[in-house]
């Protein structure tokens, strides 16, 4: 399935990232430092839809195609994220992703993320508003 290393996010991938780019880095070093590398082979299934989902990916390297009822939604690769829902409601999966290459990421879990953002109202208060955004 997938390989859990020990391996951290740096701060400057997650930079680049749009739903952390209000943050400074102080901030993007502690939400860094909360998550841990996911890597997953060509062919992988990285979630499925309908199934429980308890991470948060953002994709450092290689692609993946997105599908949603059986349907082509497009492809993902680096920068993108992917989870953020399931992050905040513990929801299923909406999408099933596929790795379509070797996939690097680095994913948060929630119980990583709620004391982060419970402890930290700037933080919690820059994502709260990117990710209304996203929903715009």
Known sequence: MYNCAVAKASAEML????????????ELNE????????????????????????GFFVVESGEAEVTVEGAPRGTIGAGDYFGE?????GSDRTATIVATTE????GMTPWDFRPLVESNSAIAWKLLTAMAEKLR
């Open 15 to 26: 930079k680049n990232v749009p739903l952390f780019s209000g943050l400074d880095s102080r």
């Open 31 to 54: 939400i860094a430092g909360t998550m841990r590398e996911r890597r997953f082979g060509a062919g992988d299934t990285v979630t499925q839809e309908g199934s429980g989902g308890a």
């Open 85 to 89: 829902i399931a992050l905040l409601t």
């Open 103 to 106: 996939l690097v990421c680095h």
